[in-house]
Each structure stands twice: as structure tokens, then as C-alpha cells.
């Protein structure tokens, strides 16, 4: 059976009072059919006091994103220590080493990307993008987040806009989430 994957996340922090991650609706099964086009692949967990946004097999995402709230209960909301732990567990765990997907985390404090080799990430710059479209989503990020006054919520509509009108993996049912 072929799996089916989940696409294009941006995330984009304009100072603490400015924090948005969003998400395309399109979840393809294999290479060539399209089996959703208005997927949620965003949401606020941890009181709506955390966003997160993930890419990959969708089935894997919903699992990480569960243990992920759960970590962040045995850590008191403390992002970072959250996003540790379960990546020392998504590395370690012989169940968890086989889940797919990347994540997007972020609060009015950081943002993070989670990977499954035990990474996490805290971009450089107040923005990321993941997923089949994200190479896409993140230039035009930059470009709009360095070269404008948009907003966040702005900047992330418009990059996956831009990422949907360019990658076959991604579409223009956005999901935006905010603090």
C-alpha cells in the first residue's frame, strides 16, 4: 500500500506579539493522486499556547504530535526541553525510528523544526518552511519577511500561495493558526 503524505508547512514570527505557523490542505497518496485537498495540518495544543505544523506521513504526524503534548506536560511547557526529549525518543524508540514526518513547533518564545535523527533546529532567521513545497515556501518567506511589513499571517498566506502555484504537492487550502 502506498503511503500518504502530508506537504507544505510555513511558520514565521514577526516579535512575540506576531506568531503564525500555516499549512496547505493537500494530502497525496504515492506520486500521483491527490486523496485530500483540505487536510488541517496545523494547530494550537498546550493550553493554545503552542502551534505546531508537521510534514510527512500523516498517520506518523498525528503520533508525534501527541507525544510531543505530552512532553511538553512533563516539562511545564518549557519548548525546548519538550522538543529534546522527544527527539531523543523519536531516535531511540525502535517504533518511533520508523515514523516519517517533520514538525514545526513555536510559541511567543522560539520556534523549532523536529526531525527524526534526533535533530532540533532553531532557525536562524524568525521563519521556516517544511514539506514537499517548503524549499518554495521558505524563499518566498524570506524575500517577504525581509522586504516588507507584511505580517506574519500575511507572509505565511502568501509563501504557500507562491509554494502552490509552483509544487504539485501543495495547494491553496491554507490552514493558519496564531498566538
Same mark, same amino acid.
Given at each position: 500500500?502506498? +503511503?500518504?503524505? =502530508?506537504?507544505? *508547512?510555513? =511558520?514565521?514570527?514577526? %516579535?512575540?506579539? /506576531?506568531?503564525?505557523?500555516?499549512? /496547505?490542505?493537500?494530502?497525496?497518496? &504515492?506520486?500521483?493522486?491527490?486523496?485530500?485537498? &483540505?487536510?488541517?495540518?496545523? +494547530?494550537?495544543?498546550?493550553? /493554545? +499556547?503552542?502551534?505546531?505544523?508537521?510534514?510527512?506521513?500523516?498517520?506518523?504526524?498525528?503520533?508525534?504530535?501527541?507525544?510531543?503534548?505530552?512532553?511538553?506536560?512533563?516539562? $511545564? %511547557? @518549557?519548548?525546548?526541553?519538550?522538543?529534546?526529549?522527544?527527539?531523543?525518543?523519536?531516535? #531511540?524508540?525502535?517504533?518511533?525510528?520508523?515514523?516519517?514526518?517533520? #514538525?514545526?513547533?513555536?510559541?511567543?518564545?522560539?520556534?523549532?523544526?523536529? $526531525?527524526?535523527? &534526533?535533530?532540533?533546529?532553531?532557525? !536562524? +532567521? !524568525?521563519?521556516?518552511?517544511?514539506?514537499? %513545497? &517548503?524549499?518554495?515556501?521558505?524563499?518566498?518567506?524570506?524575500?517577504?519577511?525581509?522586504?516588507? !511589513?507584511? $505580517?506574519?499571517?500575511?507572509?505565511?498566506?502568501? =509563501?504557500?500561495? *507562491?509554494?502552490?502555484? *509552483?509544487?504539485?504537492?501543495? @495547494? /491553496?487550502? *491554507? $490552514?493558519?493558526?496564531?498566538?
Amino acid at each position: 500500500m502506498e +503511503q500518504m503524505r =502530508a506537504t507544505t *508547512i510555513v =511558520a514565521v514570527r514577526r %516579535g512575540s506579539n /506576531d506568531v503564525c505557523i500555516a499549512g /496547505d490542505g493537500q494530502v497525496t497518496m &504515492g506520486e500521483t493522486a491527490i486523496m485530500k485537498a &483540505g487536510a488541517k495540518k496545523v +494547530q494550537k495544543i498546550y493550553k /493554545d +499556547q503552542v502551534l505546531v505544523g508537521f510534514a510527512g506521513g500523516v498517520a506518523d504526524a498525528f503520533s508525534l504530535r501527541e507525544k510531543f503534548e505530552k512532553k511538553l506536560e512533563e516539562h $511545564s %511547557g @518549557n519548548l525546548k526541553r519538550a522538543a529534546v526529549a522527544l527527539a531523543q525518543d523519536w531516535r #531511540m524508540d525502535k517504533v518511533m525510528r520508523n515514523l516519517e514526518a517533520l #514538525m514545526i513547533v513555536m510559541n511567543e518564545e522560539g520556534m523549532l523544526l523536529i $526531525s527524526g535523527n &534526533g535533530e532540533v533546529i532553531e532557525p !536562524d +532567521q !524568525d521563519f521556516v518552511a517544511i514539506g514537499s %513545497g &517548503g524549499n518554495y515556501a521558505y524563499a518566498a518567506a524570506n524575500a517577504l519577511f525581509n522586504h516588507t !511589513d507584511m $505580517s506574519a499571517e500575511e507572509i505565511c498566506r502568501e =509563501a504557500l500561495m *507562491i509554494a502552490s502555484s *509552483i509544487c504539485v504537492y501543495t @495547494n /491553496d487550502h *491554507i $490552514s493558519v493558526e496564531k498566538l
